[in-house]
């Protein structure tokens, strides 16, 4: 009965129809009072719900009774404008006042009425309150990550990862792996198909980035079609092993219309000295010494336009 989208007011008005007898009653409790009703009165009592489906019978007069509750719906019992429940009676021989009778029941079907719009009202109220709970949970949760990661790919965003980068630095962990990785020819997919597409090409990439990295991996998108990746404490080949891993991911990539590829600068900090902002400036420069090999080699061309 999610509460995200409807009004509190509205969804209290539509759900009584999702509610039984026995959600909003102790049905035991309820048959105690009608057979102490019953025996008071000298009645029959027959309690139904909605569809006339028999819940609660108290003594033999409604044997092979079947209530019509269009037609003959004895006396309702309604929860926010709504029938949940019909109440039958029949008195056993001649009652000494029926007025009386009428009466006591009428007030039955009333305290009936009152006890089930309370219990509605609660129950409602608790999941609202509940769910509200989890929604204000999943929007603290939204706002605290939007701080720190790009909302189109879900990589950490660039002032999230500059702070990463700072933070290394102050921490003297050597060495740092530190990659450059630029999506090639992000320009063509944007020319050719659209914003749509070359923003997917972009989650693509950072998809591959992601599945082929280790959890300790930072990757942050740090420009439009470029990200920076940094291995901190990076064992020997690990970082030529992730960055040929990503590009064999790209060109291995199936899609009828976008041909992801990348191309990478990797450069390592080894000096507690050096900045991690300036290696990855350093490794800028390897990426497009890459970035020439790869869109140079046999068979780019065909593949990147196969979608035209």
């Given amino acids: 009965m999610g509460?995200?989208?409807i009004p509190y007011d509205k969804r209290v008005k539509e759900n009584i129809r999702n509610y039984a007898l026995s959600n909003l009653y102790h049905m035991d409790?309820?048959?105690?009072?009608?057979?102490?009703?019953?025996?008071?009165?000298?009645?029959?009592?027959?309690?139904?719900?909605?569809?006339?489906?028999k819940e609660i019978v108290i003594g033999d007069s409604f044997l092979g009774f079947y209530p019509?509750?269009?037609?003959?719906?004895?006396?309702?019992?309604?929860?926010?404008?709504?029938?949940?429940?019909?109440?039958?009676?029949?008195?056993?021989?001649?009652?000494?006042?029926?007025?009386?009778?009428?009466?006591?029941?009428?007030?039955?079907?009333?305290?009936?009425?009152?006890?089930?719009?309370?219990?509605?009202?609660?129950?409602?109220?608790?999941?609202?309150?509940?769910?509200?709970?989890?929604?204000?949970?999943?929007?603290?949760?939204?706002?605290?990550?939007?701080?720190?990661?790009?909302?189109?790919?879900?990589?950490?965003?660039?002032?999230?990862?500059?702070t990463r980068m700072e933070a290394i630095d102050n921490s003297e962990i050597v060495p740092v792996a530190v990659l450059n990785v630029n999506i090639n020819d992000w320009k063509f997919a944007n020319d050719h198909f659209g914003d749509e597409e070359s923003d997917r090409l972009i989650q693509i990439v950072a998809g591959i980035l992601k599945k082929e990295a280790?959890?300790?991996?930072?990757?942050?998108?740090?420009?439009?079609?470029?990200?920076?990746?940094?291995?901190?404490?990076?064992?020997?080949?690990?970082?030529?092993?992730?960055?040929?891993?990503?590009?064999?991911?790209?060109?291995?990539y199936e899609d009828d219309i976008l041909a992801p590829s990348v191309a990478v600068g990797m450069v390592y900090k080894t000096n507690i000295e050096e900045k991690l902002e300036d290696r990855l400036s350093d490794a800028e420069y390897e990426m497009f010494n890459n970035k020439f090999e790869v869109k140079n080699a046999p068979g780019y061309q065909e593949r990147l336009r196969r979608g035209i």
């Fill in 29 to 53: 409790t309820v048959k105690a009072h009608l057979q102490n009703l019953s025996e008071v009165l000298k009645i029959n009592v027959l309690l139904t719900d909605r569809h006339g489906e």
């Fill in 68 to 162: 019509d509750v269009v037609n003959e719906p004895g006396r309702k019992i309604r929860v926010q404008n709504r029938t949940i429940g019909h109440l039958y009676i029949k008195e056993i021989g001649l009652a000494k006042d029926s007025s009386l009778v009428s009466d006591t029941v009428d007030s039955t079907v009333k305290l009936l009425e009152h006890l089930g719009e309370e219990a509605y009202l609660r129950h409602e109220t608790s999941i609202y309150l509940e769910e509200l709970e989890v929604l204000l949970k999943e929007r603290r949760r939204q706002i605290i990550q939007n701080e720190t990661d790009d909302i189109l790919t879900g990589v950490f965003n660039k002032n999230h990862f500059d």
């Fill in 214 to 252: 280790k959890s300790d991996f930072i990757i942050g998108r740090i420009d439009g079609d470029a990200f920076g990746v940094l291995i901190p404490m990076a064992t020997e080949g690990e970082a030529e092993e992730y960055a040929q891993r990503i590009q064999n991911s790209c060109d291995t």
């Fill in 3 to 5: 509460y995200q989208s």
